[in-house]
């Protein structure tokens, strides 16, 4: 199993230098790879011949082969590894369970991440040991990290990446076992909320706030600065890259970086209360694409997260050994009454602003069929408790 640790590095000035030309030249070979792609595909429709129709090994063979001599300068796998970004994205492209993948199209000096990879790093001594390029004829120097890897095995890959206050590096380690907590026989239900997740604390039901008022406040901020930015470029759109245009940029990305800090450190502590309290865990498997299209919800629902705490909470319940049930996207969970079974149809369903044919709110729940009186999100948590033990 793949465990990555993404921890901040400190390169020295020659590493610096070295890792900021690595981050173009990264994005040079995925375009120059891009565009052989596209040459053979349409080669091979001139032709008709499906002989001729691009794949990764034939692109890369292509650019390995006619290599400038200043490119031997830089690391072999910076190349290899861009042709293989750029084949998986055409494999996603043509998934058909990956409907919303975008077809690869060539990447922009400035507006791409500045990110590259390599699969030939080191760590000796708890240091980042980047593989040198043979032709390099300068200094070399190992990069200081900020804290040791978590987890000790084999290093497959590094990504040095640079973000607003300085450069990061993504280790993924191999891990051959996982740690498995001790058994633990209690059922959770997350019923999730745009900016809130409702769940069960054993017998009293709990929520964890996801839009809190720190990030409002940043996200006020962020659209202030876009704003600003914004007017500079219409009020002089020819030379608006003044000094106070980098420097609104500056804290732009840093009130970005807040957000995004923020948002994964509550996922990440949320995500891991949850697999060591409880044994088995039910959510459900929300179609967050089809959501988004209501353009009144689309910007909220994006921040309550609900893709990167689904992602996160399958990789620990496989690395801690607990039952992840996902409810089906279908099941009535807000309709159905959690005492008698009763499902809501027609006139009486509940939306977002509650029942206007028994003019209830959108957090009550009235069962006509028991006489229930039960809050929205407890009846829906315990709903899905119960289709977790089935």
């Known amino acids: 199993m793949l465990m990555t640790h993404k921890v901040r590095c400190y390169p020295n000035k020659t590493m610096q230098q070295f890792i900021n030309k690595a981050y173009h030249y990264r994005r040079y070979c995925y375009n120059q790879a891009l565009e052989t792609w596209n040459s053979m595909y349409e080669a091979s429709l001139v032709l008709q011949d499906k002989t001729l129709r691009p794949n990764e090994r034939k692109v890369r063979d292509e650019l390995v082969a006619n290599k400038a001599d200043w490119q031997y300068a830089q690391s072999a796998r910076t190349l290899q590894l861009a042709v293989h970004d750029l084949g998986q994205a055409w494999k996603n492209f043509f998934n058909p369970k990956m409907p919303n993948h975008k077809k690869p199209k060539f990447k922009s000096r400035k507006k791409s991440r500045l990110v590259f990879k390599t699969d030939r790093a080191m760590i000796v001594d708890g240091k980042l040991c980047l593989d040198k390029p043979q032709a390099y004829a300068g200094d070399w120097y190992p990069i200081r990290l900020s804290e040791a890897p978590r987890w000790s095995g084999p290093l497959r890959q590094a990504t040095v ?88 940029i500056t804290k732009l990305q840093h009130s970005y970086q807040k957000v995004a800090r923020i948002q994964n450190d509550l996922m990440q502590k949320f995500t891991t209360q949850l697999v060591q309290d409880n044994g088995t865990i039910a959510i459900e498997d929300l179609d967050v694409q089809h959501m988004k299209m209501n353009k009144h919800l689309a910007k909220n629902l994006h921040r309550s997260q609900f893709g990167c705490f689904k992602q996160l909470l399958k990789y620990k319940a496989e690395w801690y050994g607990r039952e992840l049930v996902m409810v089906d996207r279908y099941y009535p969970s807000t309709q159905r009454c959690s005492q008698c079974g009763e499902v809501k149809v027609g006139a009486e369903k509940l939306t977002l602003a509650g029942n206007a044919l028994h003019h209830t709110k959108h957090h009550e729940y009235h069962c006509y069929a028991c006489g229930a009186r039960l809050e929205r999100d407890v009846n829906a948590v315990q709903n899905l408790i119960q289709y977790a033990k089935g």
Do not use: W
């Open 161 to 248: 990446n640079r973000d607003a206050d300085g450069y990061y590096a993504s280790l993924s380690i191999e891990v051959d076992e996982s740690h498995p907590l001790p058994s633990n026989h209690r059922v959770c239900g997350v019923d999730a909320n745009i900016g809130k997740f409702v769940y069960n604390d054993d017998n009293q039901t709990k929520a964890v706030r996801v839009l809190t008022d720190q990030l409002t406040n940043l996200y006020t901020r962020i659209t202030l600065y876009q704003q600003r930015l914004a007017r500079k470029r219409n009020e002089n759109p020819k030379n608006f890259r003044s000094n106070n245009y980098r420097a609104m």
